[in-house]
């Protein structure tokens, strides 16, 4: 599976952006979607997933309530949805896949995301 991610850009504070990860191969409704974030000098951290059927996510305490992932498995993309963003959210943000054997996972550490897009850019001013 290839991954590519898009929508990354430069907002104020409070607005929005939406990144997508459009992925190419074979079986990506096999694979849980993950988003991850990195700032300089720091891990890479979880930031949301979703499950093989879209049915079920989880989110880093951080930006519940404002971020909404989603997913189209008939056109092989996932998005992230970002509201009321904030400076702290400024980062490099990766859309990942994860090979999972069960609709009811949703992966949530990076040891467990075997591809991964080539980030893109999100900066939040204040």
């Known amino acids: 599976v290839q991954l590519q991610a898009s929508g990354g850009g430069l907002v104020q504070a409070g607005g929005s952006l939406r990144l997508s990860c459009t992925a190419s191969?074979?079986?990506?409704?096999?694979?849980?979607m993950g988003w991850f974030r990195q700032v300089p000098g720091k891990e890479r951290q979880f930031v949301a997933v979703?499950?093989?059927?879209?049915?079920?996510?989880d989110y880093v305490d951080s930006v519940k309530g404002r971020f909404t992932i989603s997913r189209d498995n008939a056109k092989n993309t996932a998005g992230l949805q970002m509201n009321s963003l904030k400076p702290e959210d400024t980062a490099v943000y990766y859309c990942?896949?994860?090979?999972?054997?069960?609709?009811?996972?949703?992966?949530?550490?990076?040891?467990?995301?075997?591809?991964w897009g080539q980030g893109t850019q999100v900066t939040v001013s204040s």
């Open positions: 979703i499950n093989l059927s879209g049915g079920r996510t």
């Open positions: 191969g074979r079986d990506f409704s096999r694979y849980a």
């Open positions: 990942a896949a994860a090979p999972v054997g069960s609709n009811y996972y949703t992966p949530i550490r990076r040891s467990e995301y075997d591809y």
